[in-house]
C-alpha cells in the first residue's frame, strides 16, 4: 500500500511538472519599440533567463510611427507588446491596447498606472539640455529655457521632430508651458529639427551641434562612455519628467507570451539591468539608483508639472502650432 502511495505521489509530481511546462510561455513575442539597441539587448538578455521558452523578435521605429503601424494592422495585428512611449503620446491609441493588470504594478506607483491597466510605466525620463561644452564658441553653458530662447543660439541647438518622436514631444510641450508665446516662438527658431531622434544624440556627441533636447537616459550614455566634454543640464527653471510605459497590444498573437514579457519589463531585475546598461531611471520604489549610476537624486531636480491629460487632449493642435512656428 505504502508503494502503491509512493507511486502516486510520484505520478502526481510528473503531472503537475507536464502541467506547468504546458503552461510555461513559449513561441516568439514580436516586441515593437521605439528602444535604443542597448536598452533591447538588455530586454533580451533578461527575458532569456526569465523566459528560456521565449524568442523576442524585435521591430523598431519612432514611436509615434510604430503605433500608426499597430493601427494600421488593426485587422491581423503582429506586434504583441509595444514599448514604449509616453502617456502624452500612448493616450491618442487607446483602442489599440489590452487591458492587463501585471502582478508586478504593485510595485509601482499608482500615478504611474493608466486607470484602465492599459498602460504602466517602466521607467521614468527627465528631460535635460545635453551639452556639448567644446562647441559652446565663448558662450556660458544655458541654465535655463529661457537662456535657448535668446536668437544668439540660432543654429546651435537640436531636436528631434515632435510628430515622430515621443521625446520631442515631452520637450517641446514642457518648454511651452514654462516659456511665453514669445519666448517659445524664438526657440522654434533656433532649434533644427532633425527627423530621425538618433541623429540628435549623435550631432552633439559629434560638434556638429553644442546643445540637443533629448531625455536623460539618451545623454548620459556618452558621459558613462567616456565622453568629458558632454553634459547634462538641469534647467534651473525647472525641466519635465514622463513616465516610458509597456501595452499589451489587442488581439496579440502571443497574449500568454507577451503577457509574460510585460511582467518580465516591471520585474526589479529588470529595472535595474536597464538603469545599469541603458540609464532608465526605474519607475519601480523598491530601487536606489544612486547604487547603480551616478545620476543626481530625482528630488535634487526641480521638476516643472505638467499636465499629461492636457497634452494629450493638445496633441494635434499643438502638432499644428509647431510646424507653422518652425516653417521656413
Not at 181 to 197: C, I, P, Q, W
Not at 229 to 249: P, Q, S
Amino acid at each position: 500500500m505504502r508503494s502503491n502511495l509512493i507511486k502516486a505521489i510520484l505520478l502526481g509530481g510528473v503531472l503537475l511538472s507536464g502541467a506547468a511546462a504546458a503552461q510555461a510561455p513559449s513561441g516568439e513575442v514580436s516586441l515593437y519599440t521605439s528602444n535604443n539597441a542597448e536598452a533591447v539587448q538588455a530586454v533580451v538578455d533578461i527575458a532569456k533567463k526569465r523566459l528560456p521558452q521565449v524568442k523576442i523578435g524585435a521591430v523598431t521605429g519612432g514611436s509615434a510611427t510604430l503605433l500608426k503601424r499597430i493601427e494600421a494592422e488593426v485587422a491581423a495585428p503582429k506586434a504583441d507588446i509595444f514599448w514604449s512611449s509616453s502617456p502624452n503620446v500612448l493616450g491618442g491609441f487607446k483602442q489599440l491596447y489590452a487591458a492587463y493588470d501585471s502582478p508586478e504594478s504593485k510595485a509601482v506607483p499608482a500615478n504611474y498606472v493608466e486607470p484602465g491597466k492599459l498602460w504602466t510605466a517602466c521607467n521614468i525620463h527627465v528631460v535635460v539640455m545635453m551639452v556639448n561644452t567644446k562647441q559652446l564658441a565663448g558662450l556660458p553653458a544655458p541654465k535655463t529655457w529661457k537662456d535657448l530662447a535668446d536668437p544668439r543660439w540660432k543654429g546651435k541647438i537640436i531636436v528631434a521632430d515632435p510628430n515622430s518622436s515621443s521625446t520631442a514631444y515631452t520637450v517641446l510641450w514642457g518648454a511651452s508651458k514654462v516659456l511665453d508665446a514669445e519666448g517659445f516662438k524664438v526657440l522654434a527658431k533656433n532649434v533644427t529639427v532633425s527627423r530621425n531622434a538618433s541623429a540628435v544624440l549623435n550631432s552633439v556627441a559629434q560638434g556638429e551641434y553644442a546643445i540637443g533636447l533629448t531625455f536623460e537616459s539618451n545623454a548620459y550614455a556618452y558621459v558613462a562612455g567616456g565622453q568629458k566634454e558632454i553634459k547634462l543640464v538641469y534647467a534651473e527653471d525647472g525641466t519635465f519628467v514622463t513616465d516610458e510605459a509597456v501595452v499589451l497590444v489587442k488581439n496579440a498573437p502571443n497574449a500568454v507570451a507577451a503577457r509574460a514579457l510585460y511582467d518580465t519589463l516591471l520585474s526589479k531585475e529588470m529595472q535595474i539591468e536597464l538603469l545599469e546598461r541603458a540609464f532608465r531611471r526605474p519607475s519601480r520604489t523598491d530601487i536606489d539608483v544612486s547604487k547603480h549610476v551616478e545620476l543626481p537624486d530625482i528630488k535634487s531636480i526641480k521638476v516643472f508639472p505638467i499636465d499629461e491629460q492636457e497634452s494629450q487632449a493638445k496633441r494635434n493642435d499643438f502638432l499644428a502650432q509647431w510646424t507653422q512656428l518652425t516653417a521656413n
